[in-house]
């Protein structure tokens, strides 16, 4: 019993560590790219778009243990509803702010 709590601590500590050190360097990638300017600012833009989206993917499976398994499925269903709320939130306030703006100065 004692070899199974220990198993699992050792998976657990290890995914963290893991998860710690790409979310490091998907950090440090960005800022290196920042500080000594090796492309256009086109390319860092991008650069910085794709280490944002696989850093959001490292906390999830990393940090947040969220995977496609059977268990976990519920998990992700409430992912998705929150991302479409958020999404709906968002947008939604930027397309009633420009409608606003648009009958306030356009009398």
Do not use: D, R
Not at 15 to 43: D, Q, R, V
Not at 54 to 78: A, G, R
């Amino acid at each position: 019993m004692f070899n199974i709590i220990k198993l699992n601590i050792n998976e657990e500590t290890k995914s963290y560590f893991l998860g710690f050190l790409l979310s490091l360097c998907l950090t440090l990638i960005p800022f290196i790219l920042a500080i000594k300017k090796f492309f256009s600012h086109e390319i860092n833009y991008i650069i910085f778009l794709i280490c944002a989206i696989c850093q959001i993917f490292v906390h999830f499976v990393y940090f947040l243990h969220l995977n496609f398994s059977e268990e976990k499925k519920w998990h992700l269903i409430t992912l998705f509803f929150v991302i479409i709320i958020i999404f709906i939130v968002i947008f939604g306030s930027i397309w009633i702010m420009h409608h606003l703006n648009h009958h306030i100065y356009h009398n």
